[in-house]
């Protein structure tokens, strides 16, 4: 899928090694584990498709993407802490493995370490601008998705706003960001910000549907994990909307101790209504609107690597 910036990316990995290094070896340990853990790296990806709309040098174009990166690893570092995962991508979690304290303190690195490249790099102020809304974005988001745990919130606008500040509002950056630093126009970098946040949007809702339907195998966490930790998503706020057993959806959703009987009860109801189509079709207005939107003034080859992302977001079943 992201053939064009296949070497960018293999770059990117032997990067985010060198810059997490630490005199102190814990924190060199810790930070290697997270990038060997690996991940989509959907957001340099993406930033990088940007970046070959015009030919930069590539001394330009890494650190940001270093930053882009870095930045996304620690907050799933802090996600993981307040979520008390034990693994992610099938992998154990820096705080199953160092504890909590030390994740934090780790997530806390990596984000210092991403606008130390930012500030050495001497990119336009714009673009520390954009990473530090992201990062209040990032952070309002969570206390928002806090706030409404095991609160069988049925408010979509308020879910809409929640994965926007979560994940859309830092996809759509990444793009927008690659524009900026590729010397692209304000209406290409817009189109450009306008398909990440479509893409971003879509990304998360399709992640929240496959919490409810893929197994533990194919996500690297517990199915079912969202209704777990309380977190109401689009397919379980529409089942409560429309299921004759919304009350008792409502129950389960909001018991803090929940058991595994209770869990699979409520994966039931809201499999028994029509809330996984529902969402898909949720999906595909965002993927539409993603290709709809793309600027026709870039190359055919990257509208078309564009456009496969938002195909397989729409078939991605991980």
């Given at each position: 899928?992201?053939?064009?910036?296949?070497?960018?990316?293999?770059?990117?990995?032997?990067?985010?090694?060198?810059v997490i290094y630490s005199p102190i070896e814990l924190i060199t340990n810790i930070g290697t584990h997270l990038?060997?853990?690996?991940?989509?790296?959907?957001?340099?990806?993406?930033?990088?498709?940007?970046?070959?709309?015009?030919?930069?040098?590539?001394?330009?174009?890494?650190?940001?993407?270093?930053?882009?990166?870095?930045?996304?690893?620690?907050?799933?570092?802090?996600?993981?802490?307040?979520?008390?995962?034990?693994?992610?991508?099938?992998?154990?979690?820096?705080?199953?493995?160092?504890?909590?304290?030390?994740?934090?303190?780790?997530?806390?690195?990596?984000?210092?370490?991403?606008?130390?490249?930012?500030?050495?790099?001497?990119?336009?102020?714009?673009v520390m601008v954009i990473l530090s809304d992201i990062i209040c974005d990032l952070s309002e988001g969570e206390?928002?998705?806090?706030?409404?745990?095991?609160?069988?919130?049925?408010?979509?606008?308020?879910?809409?706003?929640?994965?926007?500040?979560?994940?859309?509002?830092?996809?759509?950056?990444?793009?927008?960001?690659?524009?900026?630093?590729?010397?692209?126009?304000?209406?290409?970098?817009?189109?450009?910000?306008?398909?990440?946040?479509?893409?971003?949007?879509?990304?998360?809702?399709?992640?929240?549907?496959?919490?409810?339907?893929?197994?533990?195998?194919?996500?690297?966490?517990?199915?079912?994990?969202?209704?777990?930790?309380?977190?109401?998503?689009?397919?379980?706020?529409?089942?409560?909307?429309?299921?004759?057993?919304?009350?008792?959806?409502?129950?389960?959703?909001?018991?803090?101790?929940?058991?595994?009987?209770?869990?699979?009860?409520?994966?039931?109801?809201?499999?028994?209504?029509?809330?996984?189509?529902?969402?898909?079709?949720?999906?595909?207005?965002?993927?539409?609107?993603?290709?709809?939107?793309?600027?026709?003034?870039?190359?055919?080859?990257?509208?078309?690597?564009?456009?496969?992302?938002?195909?397989?977001?729409?078939?991605?079943?991980?």
């Open positions: 899928m992201f053939n064009i910036v296949e070497k960018d990316l293999e770059a990117l990995e032997e990067e985010m090694l060198s990038v060997e853990a690996g991940g989509k790296r959907l957001r340099p990806a993406l930033y990088f498709l940007a970046v070959h709309c015009k030919a930069i040098e590539d001394k330009k174009a890494m650190p940001l993407a270093v930053a882009i990166e870095m930045i996304h690893m620690a907050t799933l570092v802090h996600d993981d802490v307040i979520d008390s995962a034990a693994t992610r991508r099938g992998t154990a979690t820096a705080n199953a493995k160092w504890g909590n304290q030390l994740s934090i303190l780790s997530g806390d690195y990596l984000f210092a370490k991403a606008f130390s490249l930012v500030a050495k790099n001497n990119y336009d102020s714009k206390i928002i998705q806090n706030k409404e745990t095991f609160k069988a919130s049925e408010n979509k606008v308020e879910y809409y706003d929640r994965i926007a500040k979560k994940t859309a509002n830092f996809i759509a950056a990444s793009c927008q960001l690659g524009g900026i630093i590729t010397g692209l126009n304000d209406k290409e970098v817009e189109a450009l910000r306008e398909y990440g946040y479509a893409i971003g949007m879509a990304f998360q809702i399709t992640d929240d549907i496959l919490d409810l339907t893929a197994t533990s195998a194919q996500i690297g966490k517990p199915a079912g994990n969202d209704i777990l930790q309380g977190i109401v998503t689009l397919p379980v706020i529409h089942a409560l909307s429309v299921s004759p057993d919304a009350e008792e959806l409502r129950t389960i959703v909001t018991t803090r101790e929940m058991d595994e009987a209770m869990l699979k009860r409520g994966l039931e109801i809201v499999h028994a209504t029509d809330a996984i189509e529902y969402s898909y079709a949720k999906v595909k207005e965002y993927l539409d609107k993603a290709r709809s939107v793309l600027p026709s003034s870039i190359s055919e080859e990257i509208r078309e690597t564009y456009a496969t992302v938002a195909d397989f977001i729409a078939m991605r079943e991980f």
